[in-house]
């Protein structure tokens, strides 16, 4: 939801050597990365083009190829209508609206709001822009990095509009009175930069405390950091920066503790303004691979910073690293030079059926009374786009626990609802004759969208998380019934691009809720906020990527089935690092009283919900829906880890909200957890289980981790 609603070392830590007469050599010898999904969304800075990075192998899985989709046709058969409210205030024609982004709130909304490129913070203002590097505060319910300018940099505009945005990297052209363009900022995740790029000659308020220009940069002493500025070309007097046009002007702060050569790489780096990030990913058998290449204009190399996930696990050796560290929200980000972040993930599979061989009879029979008895008591589905999802997706996981224990005639009637149900839905033209359960295509949002909305998604909030539902039991019941794949076939092909489409196209942007750097996905739309975008509902987004594979896998499409093992396993290993099982060690959460994080935002971290302050709330949102795929929550954490969370969120018991989830996830810390969670599984009341699960499939998960 979201408001409104192989145990190898680790990466290698050497220092990269830069000097300019380096730098040069690279410039010269420079190859333009395959960029397979770059496209004119992609908006070339003033006097220069779409750029592109030094040449650098494939470390891992090879590249996988990104599913054929023609976007085209699937949205142009749906009923079209503006169904959105959707308002971009400052946005250039032909570009689409930049939704669920970790920077959409540069372009919805009539107030400047700060978004979080970590490691700095960055908002517009009137005439230009401010940087900030956050400096985290911790209580015992958050960890708050906001945006405080620490540069104010005043280039004289009167407007600003985005006019290229990607998966990860933004530009926004800032423009006088007479709507002329004064030059283009560029901000990218994990990009230590913000680059300004002069379109004509132009005086800059380039921040107060820089000095001279010295071999083309500045530093100024702000709050304990030192800040860089560093100029292509141009002269910098009495805090006055004249830029020529085409000439470029990059700030950038200083790590913490930088190496003897940092500053040398971030001054060679600034100059060459990011202009777009690709993203290319390859699935093999142990890991995921993510590949960010940061174009420059020029395509020397640039520089990016680590997050915490793309340090965990098993990850490839990295030349470059070690430069300094900067501090945010998320524990420490180390600064890298070059313009190539790879990473990986565990890969984590679809899957859409327990594992149940092996249970012995008594828990057998007890989970086919209980499944009879559930069957049974399926009401009505909902028919908005959240709760007509969820309870489609209960019964085709009943349906299939029913048919893996061999009582095909107790779920038959269910089967046949579902589909029915599931038809209905995927009518292209459904909603010229109903107001509900049906999907339009909105052209000026660029988005496919649902009626009747819930949760804000008529603002593009959560598609993930409802269309996931959707896909989910199109995939469970399509997998025996071609018939089915082929009746909702194009309606689900639409929801699986409008939320993950791997390239971008005239209809769709590419991977529209999910952001490569970050490792996980956003549920705001428009994010209206002061802390950037959000996500409370981890454990639904793996639950997006897992649906769209066993759709993926229902339907034949082995290139949208890698694309979501990619997603999922990528989701799968940030629920972990941020929400689930975060770094309570870290000195950034001393003071932080609590054992997760329920939702995560560019700039802080937060013990609370939308929806609820119950302590049972907090882990129960971030383990929803708790399907066959859900084992990902344990890879790696100790049971003791697992144990703690559970009994901070049921103090009294399991009957709270989410009490099913929780007994699932206690399961997980091994088979005699799962035993004595049994019986209060048995007892559980029924208001302690969720909507979109049921009691049978509860007691077959314990079973199948050892009750």
């Not at 009539?110 to 505060?137: C, K, M, N, Y």
Request: charged letters at 20%.
């Amino acid at each position: 939801m979201t408001g409104n609603r192989m145990a190898l070392p680790g990466p290698a830590r050497t220092r990269w050597a830069l000097v300019a007469g380096v730098v040069a050599a690279l410039v010269v010898v420079a190859l333009l990365v395959v960029r397979p999904w770059a496209t004119g969304t992609i908006a070339s800075a003033p006097g220069g083009s779409n750029g592109g990075a030094p040449a650098a192998p494939v470390v891992g899985p090879d590249d996988a190829t990104p599913p054929d989709v023609d976007a085209a046709a699937l949205t142009g058969a749906l009923v079209q209508a503006a169904d959105a409210k959707l308002d971009p205030v400052r946005l250039a024609e032909g570009v689409a609206p930049p939704s669920n982004r970790w920077y959409s709130g540069l372009v919805f909304g009539e107030e400047l709001l700060p978004v979080f490129p970590l490691p700095l913070s960055f908002a517009l203002t009137p005439s230009g822009f401010t940087i900030g590097l956050p400096d985290p505060v911790t209580s015992a319910k958050a960890v708050v990095g906001p945006h405080v300018p620490a540069v104010s940099v005043d280039v004289g505009a009167a407007s600003a509009q985005v006019v290229a945005a990607d998966p990860v990297a933004v530009t926004t052209r800032l423009l006088d009175a007479a709507g002329a363009t004064l030059g283009d900022v560029t901000v990218a995740a994990g990009s230590p930069f913000v680059s300004f790029t002069a379109a004509t000659e132009v005086e800059v308020a380039a921040g107060e405390g820089f000095g001279a220009l010295e071999d083309g940069v500045a530093t100024a002493e702000v709050a304990g950091t030192t800040w860089g500025l560093a100029t292509s070309d141009g002269a910098l007097d009495g805090g006055t920066l004249t830029l020529p046009a085409g000439a470029t002007a990059g700030w950038y702060a200083l790590p913490d503790d930088p190496s003897d050569d940092a500053a040398a790489v971030l001054a060679a780096a600034a100059v060459d303004p990011v202009v777009g990030v690709d993203v290319t990913y390859g699935v093999g058998d142990d890991v995921a691979r993510t590949t960010l290449t940061y174009r420059t204009a020029g395509a020397t190399p640039s520089a990016h910073v680590l997050m915490r996930h793309h340090t965990t696990g098993t990850q490839p050796e990295r030349d470059g690293c070690g430069l300094g560290t900067y501090r945010s929200v998320y524990g420490d980000l180390e600064l890298c030079a070059g313009s190539t972040l790879t990473s990986y993930a565990p890969t984590l599979h679809p899957a859409g059926a327990l594992d149940l061989e092996g249970i012995d009879d008594a828990r057998r029979d007890a989970v086919l009374a209980q499944l009879e008895q559930d069957v049974a008591g399926t009401e009505a589905f909902a028919s908005d786009t959240y709760f007509g999802g969820k309870h489609l997706y209960r019964a085709a996981t009943l349906v299939v626990l029913g048919e893996q224990l061999g009582a095909d005639d107790t779920v038959a009637e269910l089967r046949t609802r579902v589909a029915d149900a599931l038809r209905e839905w995927a009518e292209p033209e459904g909603c010229d004759e109903r107001d509900a359960r049906c999907f339009v295509y909105d052209d000026a949002a660029r988005s496919v969208m649902g009626r009747t909305p819930s949760f804000g998604s008529d603002e593009l909030n959560d598609h993930h998380f409802h269309y996931g539902y959707l896909l989910s039991a199109a995939g469970l019941l399509g997998a025996d019934d071609p018939a089915l794949v082929d009746d909702v076939r194009p309606v689900m092909d639409a929801l699986a691009a409008d939320i993950a489409a791997a390239q971008p196209s005239e209809e769709l942007p590419q991977l529209r809720t999910f952001d490569p750097y970050a490792g996980h996905a956003w549920a705001s739309g428009t994010s209206p906020f002061a802390d950037g975008n959000n996500q409370e509902s981890a454990s639904e987004a793996v639950n997006a990527w897992n649906g769209i594979g066993l759709w993926a896998q229902a339907s034949g499409q082995d290139d949208l089935l890698t694309q979501a093992t990619w997603l999922a396993s990528t989701e799968a290993a940030s629920a972990r690092d941020y929400w689930t099982d975060p770094d309570l060690d870290h000195p950034v959460t001393d003071g932080f009283e609590h054992r997760v994080f329920a939702l995560n935002w560019g700039g802080k971290r937060d013990w609370a919900t939308w929806f609820s302050a119950e302590p049972s709330a907090m882990l129960g949102i971030l383990l929803i829906p708790m399907g066959p795929v859900s084992d990902y929550l344990a890879v790696d954490v100790e049971p003791a880890t697992i144990l703690a969370a559970v009994d901070e969120a049921t103090p009294a018991g399991p009957d709270v909200m989410f009490g099913d989830y929780l007994l699932m996830y206690r399961a997980l810390a091994g088979p005699d957890e799962a035993a004595a969670a049994w019986d209060d599984a048995v007892a559980l009341p029924d208001t302690s289980i969720d909507d979109g699960s049921s009691r049978a499939y509860l007691l077959a998960w314990l079973a199948a981790h050892g009750a």
